[in-house]
């Protein structure tokens, strides 16, 4: 289907102005369409693997969440503070503490408690 349209427009990839044969034309040339597909692809493969870094990173929080009984270290990952803090926490009668052992053991109920 040919047209006799001619419309000026201005490359999506390099910025410079040409004449376009149809409305739906977006770069000057088959180059600059190339390199825009390359640059789309890139810019995919480097989202796809921030996604990917971002759900190994949250994974070892989501099996917390699912832990009745967590230790003081899996308490700051959770919680997100020190360990001195829950200690000070403890110390104040904040929070409830169970021993097995010469470990201690936080009910993870008891956290959400506080923040209630």
Not at 41 to 56: A, G, M, V, W
């Amino acid at each position: 289907m040919s047209s006799n349209i001619e419309v000026q427009r201005i490359c999506q990839f390099c910025g410079k102005e040409f004449t376009a044969k149809t409305t739906v034309t977006k770069y000057c040339g088959d180059t600059c369409a190339k390199r825009a597909y390359k640059a789309r692809k890139k810019d995919e493969k480097i989202e796809n693997s921030n996604k990917e870094t971002y759900l190994i990173k949250i994974q070892p929080i989501e099996e917390l969440k699912a832990k009745p009984f967590l230790s003081i270290s899996e308490t700051c990952k959770l919680l997100g503070i020190s360990r001195r803090t829950i200690y000070r926490m403890i110390e104040r009668g904040e929070l409830n503490t169970g021993k097995a052992g010469r470990r201690t053991i936080l009910r993870r109920s008891d956290l959400e408690k506080i923040f209630d």
